[in-house]
């Protein structure tokens, strides 16, 4: 089962841009879809995000127009690009990989360790 790990995270002022990477300790290339969600203090997990295999995105609606989704599957790794940035946007964002086979075998979904995102003056 892949690992996940976060990177990309930190201050940034209004109207400002952050990448975030979500690097995999293996292959994505079975996994058929991963997301990026996002949790600010004393609220729910929020999706913010997700991209299939085949390369279609879907995005929540407070986030469209401005942030993008890819991945990199020589380099095993899915981009958050946040663009437009609004302190709305502060939270802990998370990436997850959703379940899937690899031959005869099957995992569960995985989540990373979360990176912060704070967007302040």
């Known amino acids: 089962q892949v690992q996940l790990v976060e990177s990309g995270g930190g201050l940034v002022q209004p109207g400002g841009s952050l990448r975030l990477s979500c690097a995999a300790s293996?292959?994505?290339?079975?996994?058929?879809?991963m997301g990026w969600y996002r949790q600010a203090p004393g609220r729910q997990r929020e999706l913010v995000g997700g991209?299939?295999?085949?390369?279609?995105?879907n995005y929540a609606d407070s986030v469209k127009g401005r942030f993008t989704i890819s991945r990199d599957y020589a380099k095993n790794t899915v981009y958050l690009q946040m663009n437009s940035l609004k302190p709305g946007d502060s939270a802990v964002y998370y990436c997850?990989?959703?379940?899937?086979?690899?031959?005869?075998?099957?995992?569960?979904?995985?989540w990373g360790q979360g990176t912060q995102v704070t967007v302040s003056s």
């Open positions: 997850k990989a959703d379940p899937y086979c690899s031959g005869d075998v099957c995992y569960s979904s995985t």
């Open positions: 293996g292959s994505i290339f079975s996994i058929p879809a």
């Open positions: 991209i299939t295999s085949g390369g279609s995105t």
